[in-house]
């Protein structure tokens, strides 16, 4: 440790991203990256954008693509904050509206950048444990006399469990909970649940927040962003404008402006994501594994005679690639990528070939 970091450095824990291995004939099923590219117009349009404008500065407001996400989620633009990848719009939510005097509150078991976050800023934060079939219960996040949040946090799907909460649930933490703002990370939410953002014309304390990373193929470009009513947006302005005006590149910004307009690409890639995902629950089912139900594009399984650990060592001599988390209630779950139906197949076929071992 440096002599000269700042205490707040010294007291962080850092989040740990998932492993990016340079190994050949790889397949790669732990960061929860689409295995098909990324719109055909999205790429056309990153390409014509690759020209002398470079040398400009991108619009500071990225309004193409505000203009673009309110029209596609029926809201106004000024309803609609745009940010370098959903961690950044996470992390100026975190720093502009849920730091207040009170704890945030999310699930034990859910994206452990949340809890970073909260070090990073300072927050005072609460887990709230799920239930014990990683369920969010939503007795748990209703204020009492003695108990209010001072923000809450819940991802849906959940992330690493896959699970679901029904749209029903998150309205009723969002109306019980009107002393705070309850932000819902729909990161997963386009592979087979139904979105919070119809709810936020009635909440003026809800947020949403998304990302190009998953359901639009676009991990390597770095957009997300939020919809809520506009005050909460002005605040992420304002954080946004106090840290990096310029965000979002040229490139960027031209690239997710296509994706959105590419419809038809969206709905049939979350398809075969869909598809792909219900066999690979299936198979891995019919080997002997527990599947916990999954909204999102990845699955989360364990075996009930073979450690997880182990198990996601012996894929990787393969050349495959899981994520498996050293964490109490989940340490023998290994989550996997759904990848198309060929890395699925593999997949499958080697765990076959390590049980039978």
Not at 57 to 71: C, H, S, V
Not at 236 to 246: A, G, I
Request: with cysteine; aromatic share 8%; net charge negative.
């Amino acid at each position: 440790m440096s002599r000269y970091w700042s205490a707040v450095v010294h007291g962080l824990t850092p989040y740990v991203p998932g492993e990016q291995p340079k190994l050949d004939n790889l397949i790669k099923l732990n960061t929860n990256e689409l295995p098909f590219g990324p719109s055909p117009a999205a790429l056309a349009a990153i390409r014509a954008e690759t020209s002398d404008s470079l040398r400009l500065y991108p619009d500071p407001n990225a309004d193409r693509l505000k203009t673009a996400l309110a029209d596609r989620h029926r809201v106004a633009p000024n309803q609609v904050f745009v940010g370098n990848g959903s961690d950044e719009v996470l992390a100026h939510a975190f720093q502009g509206l849920l730091r207040q005097q009170a704890p945030v509150w999310f699930p034990d078991i859910t994206y452990s950048f949340y809890p970073v976050y909260c070090g990073l800023y300072g927050i005072e934060y609460e887990p709230i444990t799920l239930d014990e079939s990683f369920r969010v219960r939503v007795s748990d996040y209703l204020p009492s006399d003695d108990r209010r949040a001072g923000g809450i946090v819940i991802a849906n799907p959940n992330a690493p469990t896959g699970r679901l909460s029904p749209i029903e649930d998150i309205e009723r933490i969002v109306a019980g909970n009107p002393q705070c703002v309850v932000l819902v990370d729909e990161a997963y939410v386009d592979f087979g649940g139904t979105s919070a953002i119809g709810l936020v014309a009635s909440h003026p304390n809800l947020l949403v927040v998304h990302t190009f990373s998953k359901s639009r193929a676009l991990a390597g470009l770095r957009v997300g962003y939020a919809i809520g009513q506009a005050d909460l947006i002005e605040g992420l302005e304002r954080v946004k404008n106090s840290f990096n005006s310029y965000p979002l590149d040229r490139l960027a910004i031209a690239g997710a402006v296509a994706s959105v307009e590419d419809e038809a690409w969206f709905r049939d890639t979350c398809d075969r994501v869909i598809a792909n995902r219900e066999q690979l629950a299936a198979d891995l089912t019919q080997a002997g594994f527990e599947v916990l139900p999954s909204a999102a594009n990845f699955v989360f399984a364990r075996h009930p005679d073979h450690d997880a650990a182990a198990l996601a060592r012996a894929l990787r001599e393969r050349a495959i690639i899981v994520r498996h988390f050293a964490r109490p209630r989940i340490d023998q779950f290994l989550r996997i990528t759904v990848g198309t139906r060929e890395q699925c197949a593999r997949l499958v076929e080697a765990l076959q070939e390590i049980l039978a071992g």
